[in-house]
């Protein structure tokens, strides 16, 4: 089924929001905000037994939901210079983990989302070229190349969980 886009608006990048950041903070917060709205538009409705199913094996909306928020906060921590806590280390060991209703899981994405607009705007007046060490192994990057890999990967993720969505709509019965 085709879905309209919230209020018909043209997609984030082209209602000229966000104007005073720089191009590049810009785009990734477009990006973030174009993946709410699918996230909003694609899991309404979504039956309990769709949120955890794992039709042909694919991640279930409930990892792509939970990626998608702990994802931005992780990027943002080493956009910003610092390591991960234990705690980010943990909740990454359970995205995996099924259990929740859809709006527990909205509640997560959209506290998330938020926090990484906020976040953003605050990394607009840095040098996007300052260097930068993100994962386990430490690979360096820039501030820049992180932000970019935000709005790439949330996209990416978003459409990830659109085709789960469609699938487990069609392959799982609900009762």
Known sequence: ??????????????????????????????AVELADEDVQNWCEGLAREQIDARPCGIEPVSFHLRHLAGSLDRLLTYAEG??????????????????????????????????????????????????????????????GGIIVHIADHTQRHAGQLITTVKVARGSVSVA
């Not at 085709?2 to 917060?29: C, K, M, N, S």
């Not at 705690?87 to 990454?92: C, D, F, G, I, S």
């Not at 506290?111 to 930068?132: G, N, P, Q, Y």
């Open 82 to 143: 610092k390591n991960l806590t234990e705690m980010q280390l943990a909740e990454l060991g359970t995205e995996m983990s099924g259990g929740k209703g859809m709006e527990e899981l909205l509640a997560g994405w959209n506290m998330a989302r938020e926090k990484a607009i906020r976040r953003l705007h605050a990394l607009a007046t840095c040098d996007l070229d300052v260097s930068r060490s993100v994962g386990r192994e430490q690979t360096a990057t820039s501030i």
């Open 1 to 30: 089924m085709l879905r309209v886009r919230i209020g018909d608006l043209p997609e984030p990048w082209l209602r000229g929001t966000h104007a005073i950041l720089p191009v590049v903070v810009r785009a990734a917060v477009h």
